[in-house]
């Protein structure tokens, strides 16, 4: 295999890693230096010396009889042996380093201020070392350049670009200033700017190259919900709404006037309103996780052979389970400690059980990208001391040979309890649920925490089990993946778009935080959210994708382009849509002018007769649409247009 074959004949060297480090700078591609040709074909030289004598004569089929013989290639592991979360290796994607090698790394050192890249002198000498991923590196470097190049003259006056205009337009676009993906670049050009706040071409070029594209991506548009600031304007509205909502616990309770709502998207684009700085614990929320992770480490098959996938049901009594004797769900108290026990399995989440929480506890850290995420003392011991439901519900599932082989159930809910006392923030929370609409990969570290897979499976669960009984009437109104918790949390997924968490302690009698399930339901209704919403042309809600301004300036191009071409046929299904046959481009120019310049007569009366178009609208030139056929010599259209202002129609 090729990892056999690179692994026998391409040790990764001290040396190795020396001159990868002197060559690239880094993982980030902000600096990318100058090889040293010398000593890369000296150390070549000698890796070749030493290859031909650990292979003196290359066989055909030795690859394949390599692989076959287990003394030389490790037998491929079974899906119980388990790659540890905690040391799994990240998958970081930072802009500008798409070309860069796994392997690279800056170690524990601050990565220098990028630096333009020198011309390399032209040279006949054989280069050994030249591949096909410097070359690619090189190139890409150079088409970032011409890319800041090009940034750099869009903001530019008088050679100057100003840094608060610059980054204010950056931040419109939803990134945030603690962006990891950008903060470098933040912080780079606010030190080296000039007094008057600005940074000339070179700066300019020294602090953006390595963090172009996320850059470009930001300002052309291209995030999930391109025109952010309309988006914030709703969502604000909409969280006043919800604000101002108030149900007849609240007056005798402080805590229920705390509201707090997190929003993230697949791109990192954030919008934080009301309390949610407040830490809260994840409560139940924290089930759906510890499910993700045991799918992550023993894969689907293996744990519903102990957990059912059934929707929420609410059963008589708790201690009910399937026809073959497992939990309905995984997102029940029964189902939630079936699942918890199955951690004990996975070796590589540690033997101890402290161990084994440190791992869950890294792996919501690096879905939230590392931002707050610790246990609770205070909540985990007062849930241990109320805890006699948990272990009637692990006696009765015991006695029913629910459990695994070999299974501590102490340890099993004290570990439960531990993961239902994790804290986080709004905005941290929001940054782990756009983690699963990114199909658990982190959008702001580019970290894989949960295969997309396991991802898949926790979406599912909660769509149909994850707001109690509330679950059907929240899945047909939003068709959205949820799960909320006694605490007041509330975790809700769109797929593929982004991620939000809400915080309210008052609670409506399915359990749920009514404030936060009337902000989502609203929420999906405004930007058509739901899985099944069939959006027609010109209907009268936003639409996240486009910009407001692009969507009506659609809207009017395309009714000028019909009537340009005579499409009676284009017209009538706009109008019968909801569109204004009346609107007006710049120029004040109607479809009706358009049609009267072209000399379509049929257009013309279907618009004044079927559609009730103003005739008589005059364009930026004082010209109404007869004046427009009699100066393009249009005879019949001239006369029509006459006809109706004599003899006006009425519908």
């Not at 990891?180 to 080296?192: G, N, Q, S, T």
């Not at 501590?408 to 699963?436: H, P």
């Amino acid at each position: 295999m090729m990892g056999t074959v690179s692994g026998r004949s391409f040790q990764r060297t001290p040396s190795l890693r020396r001159k990868w480090r002197k060559r690239y700078g880094g993982l980030d591609g902000n600096k990318l230096l100058e090889p040293n040709k010398e000593e890369d074909m000296r150390e070549n030289d000698l890796m070749t010396e030493a290859h031909e004598e650990r292979n003196p004569l290359p066989v055909k089929g030795a690859e394949s009889q390599d692989t076959a013989s287990s003394g030389n290639v490790p037998c491929p592991m079974p899906r119980n042996s388990f790659q540890s979360l905690s040391q799994r290796p990240a998958n970081l994607v930072s802009p500008g380093s798409t070309g860069l090698p796994s392997l690279v790394s800056n170690g524990a050192l601050k990565p220098p201020l990028p630096q333009a890249e020198q011309e390399r002198p032209v040279t006949t000498s054989p280069q050994p070392w030249l591949s096909v991923g410097r070359t690619e590196t090189t190139q890409g470097h150079s088409k970032r350049r011409a890319a800041a190049d090009v940034l750099f003259d869009s903001f530019a006056s008088d050679g100057r670009v100003g840094m608060n205009h610059f980054f204010e337009t950056v931040w419109s676009s939803g990134l945030h200033r603690s962006d990891p993906r950008i903060k470098d670049c933040y912080f780079h050009m606010r030190k080296l700017q000039d007094e008057d706040g600005t940074v000339d071409r070179n700066t300019f070029q020294r602090c953006v190259t390595g963090f172009v594209s996320l850059i470009l991506k930001a300002l052309q548009g291209r995030f999930v919900i391109p025109d952010f600031s309309t988006f914030t304007d709703e969502t604000q509205k909409l969280f006043m709404k919800c604000k101002q909502l108030s149900s007849v616990k609240e007056k005798d309770s402080r805590d229920s006037a705390k509201w707090g709502v997190s929003v993230c998207t697949v791109d990192g684009q954030r919008l934080s309103l009301g309390d949610w700085a407040e830490s809260c614990v994840l409560g139940e929320v924290s089930w759906p996780l510890v499910y993700g992770i045991a799918i992550d480490q023993l894969g689907v098959d293996n744990v519903h052979r102990y957990v059912g996938v059934e929707e929420f049901s609410k059963y008589d009594s708790p201690f009910t389970l399937t026809k073959q004797g497992v939990p309905h769900s995984p997102l029940i108290e029964t189902g939630a400690i079936i699942t918890t026990s199955l951690l004990q399995l996975a070796g590589s989440l540690g033997a101890e059980e402290e161990e084994k929480y440190e791992s869950v506890l890294n792996a919501v850290k690096r879905l939230c990208n590392k931002e707050h995420a610790n246990l609770n003392c205070t909540s985990y011991q007062s849930l241990r001391k109320d805890s006699i439901r948990l272990h009637a519900l692990s006696f009765y599932l015991q006695e029913k040979k629910c459990f695994p082989e070999t299974v501590d159930i102490n340890a099993t809910l004290d570990l439960m309890l531990q993961c239902a006392s994790t804290e986080v923030t709004c905005e941290s929370g929001a940054a782990m649920a756009a983690s699963l609409a990114n199909g658990g990969l982190c959008p702001l570290s580019g970290d894989q925490v949960l295969s997309p897979s396991a991802t898949k499976s926790m979406l599912s669960m909660m769509q149909v089990a994850g707001m109690n009984d509330y679950s059907r009437i929240f899945n047909f109104k939003t068709s959205a993946p949820a799960k909320s918790s006694k605490s007041g949390v509330m975790l809700a997924v769109v797929p593929g778009v982004l991620g939000l968490l809400c915080w309210s302690p008052d609670l409506d009698s399915f359990g749920n935080c009514w404030k936060a399930v009337h902000f989502c339901e609203e929420l999906i209704s405004t930007f058509q959210l739901h899985s099944f919403d069939i959006r027609t042309p010109f209907r009268q809600v936003l639409t996240y994708r486009q910009w407001k301004a692009e969507s009506e300036g659609y809207q009017i191009m395309n009714i000028l382009l019909a009537a340009f071409k005579g499409d009676i046929q284009s017209l009538r299904r706009y109008f019968l849509s909801g569109a204004d046959v009346n609107a007006v481009d710049y120029d004040g120019r109607s479809a009706l002018h358009v049609a009267a310049s072209e000399g379509h007569s049929e257009v013309i009366r279907f618009l004044v007769e079927n559609t009730g178009t103003n005739y008589s609208l005059k364009d930026r030139w004082g010209n109404t649409p007869m004046q427009e056929a009699m100066r393009h010599s249009h005879g019949p259209a001239a006369q029509l247009l006459k006809k109706y202002e004599e003899q006006p129609v009425t519908l």
